[in-house]
C-alpha cells in the first residue's frame, strides 16, 4: 500500500443511511448530523479499528474502495492535517466512487463539467462545482486534484504526493496548496488554468 500504514484488524458495519448509524452507536440525537442522509463513521484504538458505514450501504457487498483509501489515510495521518480536495482526488484515483472505475467519473466529469471551455479552473477550486453519477454530487475540484496527483506521482513517486495531501486543511485563497504545487509541478497560481486544461486534454486523449 502507498501508505505505508500497519495493519489494524477493522471491523465493519454496514447501515443505510446516517440515523441508522446513530442507532447502531446508541445515539439518539446529535445535531451536527442535522440535514444529512449519508456518512461514514470511524475509530480506532490500539491495534484495531471499528467502521460505520452509512451511504445507502446496508451490505458488505456495496463496500466502496475510495473509503478504503481516506480509511487508510487516517491511520496514516490526523485528519485535521489533511487537505481534503487532494485526499478526494487520490480516493477517486485509485479507487473511483460507488462501483464506477476512476475513467468513468472522469467521463462523466468532462460531459458536465469541462465540457464548457470558458470554465476557469481556479474559480472552480475557490467556489465549488459539482457533476451527479448515481444521483452523488461530486466535486469538480476533486476531479482537478485527482488529474494533478496523477501527474505528481509520475514525477516524483507517490512521495510527492504525500507532501500535497500534507499542506493542511482547505483555505481561502489556497496559498500554501499552490506554493507546494509550484515547488512540485511548476504549476502556480498564475498558470493554474491553462495547465489544468492541458491536464484534462491529456487525459481525454487516453484510450
Known amino acids: 500500500m502507498k501508505l505505508k500504514v500497519k495493519n489494524k484488524i477493522t471491523d465493519y458495519y454496514c447501515c443505510d443511511n446516517i440515523i441508522d448509524i446513530l442507532k447502531q452507536i446508541g445515539v439518539a440525537y446529535k445535531a451536527d448530523y442535522n ?18 458505514l452509512g451511504n445507502r450501504n446496508p451490505t458488505f457487498n456495496e463496500f466502496d474502495p475510495h473509503d478504503l ?12 492535517k489533511v487537505n481534503k480536495p487532494v485526499d478526494e482526488g487520490c480516493a477517486y484515483l485509485y479507487g473511483g466512487s460507488w462501483g464506477m472505475s476512476w475513467k468513468e467519473i472522469f467521463r462523466n466529469f468532462k460531459e458536465q463539467i469541462a465540457i464548457d471551455k470558458n470554465t476557469n479552473w481556479a474559480e472552480v477550486k475557490e467556489t465549488p462545482a459539482y457533476f451527479k453519477t448515481k444521483g452523488f454530487n461530486n466535486s469538480a475540484d476533486d476531479i482537478v486534484n485527482a488529474l494533478l496527483v496523477q ?21 481561502k485563497g489556497n496559498e500554501k496548496y499552490y506554493q507546494t504545487l509550484g515547488k512540485l509541478t511548476g504549476i502556480t497560481k498564475a498558470n493554474y488554468n491553462d495547465k489544468v486544461w492541458e491536464l484534462i486534454n491529456n487525459e481525454t486523449m487516453k484510450k
Open 151 to 171: 501527474k505528481i506521482e509520475k514525477e516524483k513517486g507517490f512521495a510527492g504526493v504525500w507532501e500535497l495531501l500534507n499542506v493542511g486543511p482547505f483555505e
Open 35 to 52: 440535514g444529512r442522509t449519508e456518512g461514514v463513521l470511524n475509530s480506532s484504538l490500539g491495534d484495531r479499528q471499528l467502521i460505520v
Open 69 to 80: 483509501f481516506h480509511d487508510r489515510l487516517s491511520l496514516a495521518i490526523s485528519r485535521s
